[in-house]
């Protein structure tokens, strides 16, 4: 059972996504396109609420249900490998219109080609790891 | 019940979609998708090849019931609350739709572009196939996708995810601008 708020976070996730059109390959057309405000106030409007909600969290010293502080793990710091990794993913979020998490969302709307697109992703991710250590990072 | 048949607005999600990164928070996890993709190449047996996939996967077991949950999500709307009509972008972005020859149809993505028979034409592959590979590979490059950089990342005001939102707008906008014309026009 402790999982059981895992699978009710993310289907609460598939269907906020599913109903504001996130995982819409015309919508992310849209947003690289500057022709609607939706995109940018979706991921605006949640990180200036995130923003808001973990300075809140950090300042009052909230604790998680296990009663441990909670604290967020910084990025290693690099320029090259989130410029570089960031572009790479960005070309290929343009093309596909989906995101990892839209991936597994539109599969579960029943558009069952975009596995294709899900396997070339884990794969992406295999040769990632297989070439890692030769790339800048 | 119309409120779960329409669109909802950005206001709506944006904020619930917080509210979801505040609540993993609280579980004691950080939101972040693109890493359930490494766990399951080790699943797979990747961690045989490659030093990258030797890790407790299962300690990430959270975050596969999470996406489970999200792919539900989506059956659920799919089959309870779909919304009949096609997305409703604006008009600027219709033409230009048009302008590429693709069709602008009810339903969530382009299906005239995204199906199987088109798998094996060129564009079919690109978008499809290429795409995917890109998306996969750069987010395990970058450390993170959208959930991980662009929202956890950004509410943390974290530089690293800052340098990695500018790298997804300059890919993406490159794809949008630049080959998506050489494509289909």
Redesign the interface.
């Known amino acids: 059972m402790k999982?059981a708020?895992?699978?009710?976070?993310?289907?609460?996730?598939?269907?906020?996504?599913?109903?504001?059109?996130?995982?819409?390959?015309?919508?992310?057309?849209?947003?690289?396109?500057f022709?609607?405000?939706?995109?940018?106030?979706?991921?605006?409007?949640?990180?200036v609420?995130?923003?808001l909600?973990?300075k809140m969290?950090k300042g009052l010293q909230?604790k998680?249900?296990?009663g441990?502080p909670?604290s967020?793990?910084?990025?290693?710091?690099?320029?090259t490998?989130?410029?570089?990794?960031?572009?790479?993913?960005?070309?290929?979020?343009?093309?596909?219109?989906?995101?990892?998490?839209p991936?597994?969302?539109?599969?579960?709307?029943?558009?069952w080609?975009?596995t294709?697109?899900?396997?070339?992703?884990?794969?992406?991710?295999?040769?990632?790891?297989?070439v890692?250590n030769k790339?800048p990072h | 019940m119309d409120w779960l048949i329409q669109p909802w607005p950005w206001y709506v999600a944006g904020p619930l979609i917080a509210l979801i990164m505040i609540t993993l928070l609280w579980f004691g996890k950080s939101f972040g998708v693109s890493s359930t993709m490494r766990s399951l190449c080790t699943i797979g047996g990747a961690g045989n090849v490659a030093e990258f996939f030797k890790f407790d996967w299962k300690a990430q077991r959270w975050n596969l019931i999470f996406i489970a949950g999200a792919f539900i999500g989506g059956f659920l709307v799919n089959q309870f609350f779909p919304d009949p009509n096609p997305v409703a972008v604006s008009e600027a972005t219709v033409q230009e739709l048009n302008n590429l020859g693709i069709a602008h149809e009810p339903g969530l993505i382009p299906t005239s572009l995204f199906n199987w028979s088109n798998l094996l034409t060129v564009p079919g592959f690109i978008v499809m196939i290429v795409g995917g590979f890109l998306v996969g590979f750069g987010a395990r490059y970058a450390g993170g996708c959208t959930s991980g950089h662009a929202i956890s990342g950004l509410s943390n005001l974290q530089t690293p995810s800052l340098l990695a939102v500018v790298g997804f707008f300059i890919g993406g906008l490159f794809t949008t601008h630049v080959i998506l014309p050489w494509l289909f026009k």
């Not at chain 1, 022709?35 to 990180?47: E, K, N, R, T």
């Not at chain 1, 410029?83 to 990892?100: D, E, K, N, V």
């Not at chain 1, 294709?116 to 297989?130: C, N, Q």
């Open positions: 999982y708020k895992f699978l009710l976070v993310g289907i609460f996730f598939g269907v906020v996504l599913t109903k504001s059109e996130a995982v819409s390959w015309y919508r992310i057309f849209e947003m690289f396109q022709q609607s405000f939706h995109m940018y106030g979706i991921l605006g409007s949640a990180v609420i995130g923003a909600a973990i969290i909230i998680d249900i296990s441990s909670i967020i793990t910084p990025k290693a710091k690099s320029i490998r989130y410029l570089l990794g960031g572009t790479i993913f960005g070309l290929g979020w343009a093309l596909t219109g989906a995101c990892p998490g991936l597994y969302i539109l599969i579960g709307n029943g558009l080609i975009v294709v697109v899900l396997l070339s992703a884990i794969i992406g991710t295999f040769v990632y790891g297989l890692k790339l």
